[in-house]
Every structure is written in structure tokens, then in C-alpha cells.
């Protein structure tokens, strides 16, 4: 139900609770029993994404609070650069080059697949630079997730892995990823990538 442009937003086990006003176990039952689509936290707490909510809420014929209706309207931000690597030497070594290359964007950094869902949620990035094996979260279904309607304005992800295999890269890039990189990183390469995403995705020639 992911729609053009939508803003990522994730509710815990009781925000959903409260919304469908039921106490916190009937959502955790609802998610053990595969009727509500949730992942878990590093820290095993279940995080619900918004369309995955909203299809719930819809299906049983339940009232859509406002809130959820607005994400329809949010759009990306095309000036924001999410880096997501659990490496925090290569994490910070992307962050400066990115900001020397890129000095009016705003380069925000996620070591987990939980922090990247609260980042991109709070400020749903354009471009989205992610390692694909994350402690928290598998790259993979995070990307379907992100990339799942396949159109033009849904963030641009650049998939990376220390693992130059070329299964992996063909699997990502039908997950939806829009390049894939193995490490060590070709920085100028990745530089010139992204320049290419933003004149597919903006119609910026960089």
C-alpha cells in the first residue's frame, strides 16, 4: 500500500494498541499469529510499518486515524542522504566524503536497521545508502519494504556489502536496490551514482 512518495513512519506494539483501542498483548497476539505484519528490534521489541498498519486497520473495517491518512501527502527529501552501515569507520568515512561532494545536503548516518526505520521515518532521506547485512534487520526485506511499488518516487537506494558476489547483487537489485557496490568502495564511482539517481529521480544533472 506503499503509495508515491510516501513517508516511512513505524508504530510500537502499543501505539498500535492504543490506535485500535486494545490492550498491548491483543497486538502481540495479533502479530504471532501473522495478522499484522511487524519486525523486531535489536532490543526484541515489534515495530509495525504504516502501510502494513493502514492495510491491517482497512481489512477489518477499522477507522484510519488522520495521522496515517496525512503520510500520503508527505514527500521525500531529495536534500537528504541517509548512510546505513553498522561499520562505524566506513559509516564516518562515507559522511565526510559525502559532505565534501555534497555540501548543501544534510548526510544523516543509521548503525542499525531499527535507528534507519526512525531516521527515514523522521525524515524520509531521497537517497538512501545501505549495507545490506544490518544487525537488527535484513538489508534485503528493508529495501523491498522502501522499494515495494517500484515507482519513480520512492527513495533511491545504493545497496553495499563486503561480499563482491554477484548472486547477491542480482538478488538486491530485484529487491529493488537502484545500484549495488562491493567493498572496499569506489568513492569517486559512488559520487557519480548518485549525481545519475538524482537526474533520474529530480531531473538533476548535478
Same mark, same amino acid.
Given at each position: 500500500? =506503499? ?6 513512519? +513505524? ?7 492504543? $490506535? ?7 497486538? $502481540? ?8 505484519? =511487524?519486525?523486531?528490534?535489536? !532490543? ?7 502501510? %502494513? ?18 503520510? #500520503? ?16 569507520? $566506513?559509516?564516518?568515512?562515507? *559522511?565526510?566524503?559525502?559532505? *565534501? ?9 543509521? &548503525?542499525?536497521?531499527?535507528? /534507519? !526505520?526512525?531516521? +527515514?521515518?523522521?525524515?524520509?532521506? !531521497? ?10 534487520? %535484513? ?7 522502501? *522499494? ?10 545504493? =545497496? ?17 536496490? %537502484?545500484?549495488?557496490? /562491493?567493498?572496499?568502495? #569506489?568513492?569517486?564511482?559512488? *559520487? ?8 533520474? &529521480?529530480?531531473?538533476? %544533472?548535478?
Amino acid at each position: 500500500m =506503499a503509495k508515491n512518495g510516501k513517508k516511512v513512519r +513505524i508504530f510500537s506494539a502499543l501505539e498500535v494498541a492504543n $490506535i485500535c483501542g486494545v490492550v498491548n498483548q491483543t497486538t $502481540i497476539n495479533w502479530i504471532k499469529n501473522g495478522h499484522l505484519k =511487524a519486525f523486531i528490534t535489536p !532490543g526484541g521489541q515489534y515495530r509495525v510499518y504504516a502501510d %502494513d498498519l493502514i492495510d491491517f486497520l482497512s481489512s477489518r473495517g477499522m477507522r484510519i486515524p488522520e495521522e496515517l491518512e496525512k503520510l #500520503d501527502d508527505e514527500k521525500l527529501a531529495w536534500n537528504i542522504i541517509l548512510v546505513v552501515d553498522d561499520d562505524e569507520d $566506513i559509516n564516518d568515512l562515507l *559522511k565526510r566524503y559525502l559532505l *565534501k561532494k555534497f555540501p548543501d545536503y544534510t548526510v544523516l548516518q543509521a &548503525y542499525d536497521g531499527f535507528e /534507519a !526505520g526512525k531516521l +527515514i521515518s523522521e525524515h524520509t532521506p !531521497g537517497i538512501i545508502i545501505l549495507d545490506i547485512n544490518l544487525p537488527g534487520i %535484513d538489508g534485503h526485506k528493508l529495501c523491498q519494504k522502501l *522499494k515495494e511499488n517500484g515507482n519513480a518516487q520512492s527513495p533511491a537506494i545504493i =545497496a553495499i556489502t563486503g561480499l563482491n558476489d554477484p548472486i547477491e547483487e542480482q538478488e538486491i537489485i530485484r529487491n529493488g536496490a %537502484d545500484a549495488f557496490f /562491493a567493498k572496499p568502495l #569506489d568513492l569517486e564511482q559512488l *559520487k557519480h551514482k548518485i549525481l545519475d539517481l538524482l537526474n533520474k &529521480y529530480r531531473g538533476e %544533472d548535478g
